[in-house]
């Protein structure tokens, strides 16, 4: 088994957790500003810009790896913090688990060690989950990002949820963030779930992808005591997240507009909140083009257009006919990207 990357310190915890849960063991530190300015220690600082990678296939349906490590390369010239790979936009639950491992072994060779590989590890069972974690992080994962089991959703309460990844949590070799993704699941991570889950030494942060800006601040606020950092899970609402102190996004539109998106990021960080706005705004049109417009196939699409392997998607998702690929390079052009 290969020997865990070594992260930053972590954190002195307010809470340990025993077999009833999370109990008090001293006064809680407050993540705010420090002398000097400086950023606060973490076990992993997840702050920044991630593209949720799309699987290329080959023209007989295989995974294409030399054509995904070709856009990672492309993808290093952005200032993007890392990578996230079988993710919703990855196509991860077409993939064999072969596939994606190999996936992630690709990827470790070819992302540079500065930059952090998220990798969706999440099955419909925690002993599946728990299996895929520690191979993911066996073949250079820095974390894994695991979505909510779904299938049995009215059995899906917070109890069930909370079992379900600490029990995860507990045995994997590499920090956990939850993941919520309420138009693909129909389940929206409860809020109480996430709260106690956050007090977890092992879960270190949530992208929450339900768009719900109050439910983000109220995130960020009840975990500022915790080693947990909440991140936006599209572009459409990433600027109004940045307000509420999420601290940055896994987006699938920064695989066609990363630059965009890490400018975005940055006129946040610099209070250039005019700039910022005129910026989002031009994002809003492509953002719901490549996600509740056309999806996956639309993300291939678009990408193409701007320098990138997309291809096709793995059936029974099909390509764009005409006039939806007519109407997506509208949704691009009329905000001056194309």
Sequence with gaps: MRAPRILPLLW??????????????????????VAGGAAPSRRLDLRG?????????????EVDYVRLEENVR?????????????????????LTQQERLEVVRRLRQAVP??????????????????EMTAQAADKGADAALLVTPCYYRG??????????????????????ILYSVPSNTGLELPSDAVLILAQHPNIVGIKDSGGNITRLGLLVHKTLHEDFQVL?????????????????????????????????????????????????HRLIEPNLAVTSKFGIPGIKQAMEWFGYYGGL??????????????????????????
């Design 113 to 130: 060690k500065e930059k952090l590989l998220l990798v969706g590890s999440g099955y419909e069972t925690t002993r599946g989950t728990i």
């Design 74 to 94: 492309l993808y290093d010239k952005i200032p993007f913090r890392g990578f996230v790979v079988q993710g919703s936009t990855g196509e991860a639950p077409y």
């Design 49 to 61: 810009i991630y593209p949720p990678l799309t699987t290329p296939f080959t023209s007989q349906g």
């Design 12 to 33: 002195p915890r307010s809470l340990c957790w025993g077999p009833a849960g999370p109990q008090m063991r001293s006064a809680p530190r407050k993540f705010g500003a």
């Design 232 to 280: 936006a899970g599209s572009a459409g609402f990433l600027l109004a997240s940045y307000t509420v102190g999420v601290v940055g996004g896994i987006c699938a539109l920064a695989n066609v507009l990363g630059t965009p998106l890490c400018q975005l990021e940055s006129l946040c960080h610099t209070g250039s909140w005019d700039k910022a706005r005129e910026l989002q």
């Design 155 to 176: 059995s899906m309460t917070s109890a069930a949820l909370i079992h379900h990844y600490t029990k995860v949590a507990d045995t994997s070799p590499i920090p956990v």
């Design 313 to 338: 998607c793995r059936a029974p998702l099909l390509p764009l006919n005409k006039t939806q690929v007519t109407e997506l390079r509208q949704d691009f052009s009329s905000n001056g990207w194309l």
